[in-house]
């Protein structure tokens, strides 16, 4: 038996970090299924799952590398927003942010020092707000 699926799995991709997120997915996705009972959910994790097998079991392994690695630039993107987001929050007493009207840049002021003029240190526009 494990022989059998040692060669079956030869010129196949195999597992890596996106499978497993999809697996826990899915499982997350099939376990609210059950406690909320939206047949939806069991239609997405059994979806996801699929997905996770097709990907397993494929042999097309430069375009499942490529997924991965699309996979993991998105989660470092989202993981770097979620950072900027905590940051925030943690600073809020401390600093007011804003986004530049021009490029949209984030921006940094202290709190408490009344009408300030902010110049934005990417393109340079300026503009006035309270801090
Ligand atoms: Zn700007």
Not at 44 to 64: D, E, M, P, W
Not at 67 to 72: M, V
Not at 74 to 86: C, E, N
């Amino acid at each position: 038996m494990r022989e059998k699926l040692r060669r079956f799995m030869i010129g196949r991709y195999g597992t890596d970090g996106l499978n497993q997120f999809l697996s826990i997915a899915s499982l997350v996705l099939l376990l609210i299924a059950i406690v909320s009972r939206v047949s939806l959910f069991t239609w997405l994790g059994v979806a996801l799952l699929v997905f996770c097998y097709y990907r397993t079991f494929s042999r097309n392994i430069s375009k499942r590398t490529e997924e991965n690695y699309k996979f993991y630039t998105l989660k470092d993107r989202v993981g770097s927003k979620f950072r900027s987001w905590k940051e925030q929050w943690a600073n809020r007493k401390v600093y007011h942010y804003y986004r530049c009207p021009q490029c949209h840049q984030k921006l940094r002021v202290p709190r408490g020092r009344g009408r300030i003029q902010i110049s934005c240190p990417r393109c340079g526009t300026q503009f006035i707000k309270k801090s």
